[in-house]
């Protein structure tokens, strides 16, 4: 197999000879950066924008469609060469699985705290339908405005689906002594819980459902609820006794290994980038808000935040 | 008549004594962990684990080579397979990308003949787009010189609404990747029906996969398919290829074996040799079949349009799951309708191409010969005229003459919000009591029901089904594939898909054999129905799932409706077929007997048609277990659940493969049944 090896490298060599030897040293390939885009208006525009950044150091940028779980596997085998979003509790597990088996670096954290929890439309709590909210002793109370269809008169958590956190949330609810109270219906995805948000906001309904900042939900006003402080190992999953909520988590970046080498700069740029909440916001609102195209979105905030992105280039 | 009521009369006493047998062991048997008679072990848990070491052995490990890396200037070890599968990728990507630039204008075609060095040294080496009235024009001259002008209108309407609401983008990337996966699809299909049909040894082994594929869902092999091939569009075409051949395989099979021999000895009479006897003579007799599979497999392709969006497929199909997540329903529904579009439009002009034939005899001019062709010179030219007049016309940057951006069409969106808003507003509240009530009274008596059954109760209740409808090979053939099933770990999740299946049939039968008696009455009637069932095969099923969300919540009742809008479609195909079959001399054998219309329809043309509708049903079964699955996406815990989950699974490939034969045992075991059933009764009755 060497010698298949060594033919294989014969014929590069006569190809560089034959392309000419000039090109400038250490400079980036010119061989596209593959940029994943998801189904949340956040992730699409923000790879517009990182991809603009890498257009601006001379780059070649590609976008591909690609399942926000399955991603990671195709940074690890160089299908695609960057994550951006990296939330750590919904796509911690798949992250480091990859990290694990190789082919994949971690390319540092962005400014934004991210924190991942149960909650509650604002309306829930102005509209005072369960007094004391956002306090989770609250709760106890008030199973009755949070009961479903399905959920046999008790209250209900709409949970993501499994493979998000596993049984974090039914653990958390029978730790709390909610158990008896509360029930946890895991929801196949992101869209259907937006879908039973806005059909709860135009009844005036009161909902529990698992969300995250930053959002797009941000704009409209959700309130998280203040479950005791999290601490390391106070999940069952730890060894702990699951009184807590969540952390306050981090939003990483992701890489194939090989993107430090073939694009030097760029992969400057990229592990220097970093955005903070109002930013991330900022970029959804742009469409989810505003209705513009999300390329479009890109090139306006591209346009209005120079003084931003230009530091991640130098 | 006397003898089949007997033998009927004794199957139904076998079917009682069964039925209580099984209740009798479902109230004796305790649940208890360890009791085999409740559940037997997961002894197959280990596989998935071994499936994935093993797959990840092939593609990362085994037969390493080293590759000199010019961009890192090092050598990388890198697995033989791997190489393979990726030069493999990159040949069907280049096609997909050659296409697609047609269309819509690129580099990559030509840095497929360059490098991305030329590329950033010469930026003047690109590819232009064709200006979007000469792809629909030329589109309208192919559709009337393959069937005249209504063709070239239904092109006409088609490619202008694409156009005018700012999907022409995504389209022409959905398009191009269809135009090499069908194809491929159809090519594959009747090359392996040849091969199948020539050896029957072929076929032998070629049935149980067919079997396997066609009832597998698609969640559960794109892992496999991402590990193999990597992400992007050509990945998307090897996951359409997967499930678009096999009703071609089949159907062009089916074709072949219906051919009589004396068709074949004309041709060998008249000297053919084996491939003029192929090409000549048996593919063109089998036309028909061959034709319903090219037509299959473009329904097939635009159906996973979608899907193939979660491995990379660019286009309308990753626009539309975009959209759905912003919950702008308009947009999604505007992009489906595309996709529907450009099913038909596609469909129509293949099977015009085939039918078209070929007159040898005449004697034409050279402009005679080539009008078509000429007329589409005449349409590029006068397109091209038209852009370059374009950028006169519209100043403020968008040429709507050359290329409408994506989303700058006009748009209904707000229409049909407006109308998703006034449904949750004025039907939510009168919806609940229904909710409520279905949920508490039947969904979870019934899911309990299922759960409580004792594994060996459920064996001999299937089993013994097997026996009294094919005797003890049915039983056997029945009972393996439910072993496969109560081995895994996931036994209880798959009876949790049984009971929504079970339940969304029912339900769909029901209406699809109500609809389908009464349409069939009429001429015109049928063909409406069958142009709907048609059209909702190809229209993505993740739009109505928002709306259904938003009216009955994240339950199993949302779920249950997807599936059964979903299901009913094959159930009311078969019966307005199987009933529009009955021949016509014995429905005037009947009237003149002095039957009424009633009476005709249930006692002659139900019973005549039922072995046709049986087949429905057969399908109405493979549909739910899709949607089902699918049903995941609104929330569940069945084997659905744990296909998605595999997607970011560590054991993801082994996982996935595993739960996807779940599915497809259960729907195999139905269908066994059922067409064991349907071919007695069609020998019973005659038909056969």
Redesign the interface.
Known sequence: ??Y??RI??AA??A??IA?GMG?AKAAD????IVI??H???SQ?VMAYIIGGIFESL?D?VEY????S???Y??IR?G??TISHEVWQST?G??FY?AMAKGGLIDAGTHEAETLEEMGVPNYVIENNLCPGLPNWEALANCQDVFS???S?GKGRW?EG???WHGDLMPNRLNALGLGDKYVV????????????L??AK??GRGIITFNWTPNFTDAEGFSFIEFPPYYDGCRIADGGDGKCGSPKGWLKKAANY?FP??HPAAYSAFSKLSFTTTQIGQMAAL??VDKM???DAAKAWLAANEDVWKAFTE | MAMNRISLHSKSTQFAALLVVFIVLCLSIDPTENSILWRLPALLAGVPAMVNNSVEFVMFEWMPIEIYNVEIEEYEETALVKEITRSFSGALLFCIQFIREIFLGGVKTIVAFTSWDYIRENPWAQWPALPWTVVAGCAVVLGYALNGRWLALLVAFSTIYVAVFGQWEPAMETLSFVLIAAPLSVLLGLGLGIVAFKSEKTEAILMPLLNVAQTMPHFSYLVPVTVFFGVGDHAGAIATIIFATPPMIRLSLLGLKAISPEVMEAGMMNGCNKVQLLFRVLIPTARRNILVGVNQVIMQCLAMAVIASFIGAKGLGFNLLLALNQLRIGQALELGICIVLIAVVLDKLSLSWANKQVDYFADLSFVERNKYALMMLVVLLAGVVLAYLGSFIFKDGINYLYAIPHNKGITTENFWQSGVDWMVDNWYSGLQGFNTALIVHILIPMKNAYLSMPVSATFLLVMGVGFIIGGVRSALTVGGFLLFIALTEWWDRALITAYMTTFAVIVSVIIGTVVGSLCARSGLATKIVLLVCDTLQTFPSFIYLIPVIMLFGVTDTSVLIAVIIYATIPATRYTVEGLRNVPESLQDAGSMSGVNHLQRLINIELPLAFPHMMLGINQTVVFALFMVIIGAMIGTDDLGQYILKSLSDKNGIGNGLMLGLCVAFIGLAVDHLINRWAKDRKTALGLA
């Open positions: 197999m060497k298949l090896g294989v490298f590069a060599f190809i560089m392309a090109q390939s010119s061989s596209p994943p885009t189904n949340w208006s699409v001379g070649n591909v469609p690609a399942d779980q399955a991603v596997e195709a085998n299908d695609v796509f597990a798949s699985n479903t269809a399905d046999d709409l689906p499994q493979s219906k895991f929801a196949g995805g992101a869209d259907a819980i937006w879908a039973e806005s059909s135009k009844e090989k080498k073939t469409v989810d195209s999300h390329q």
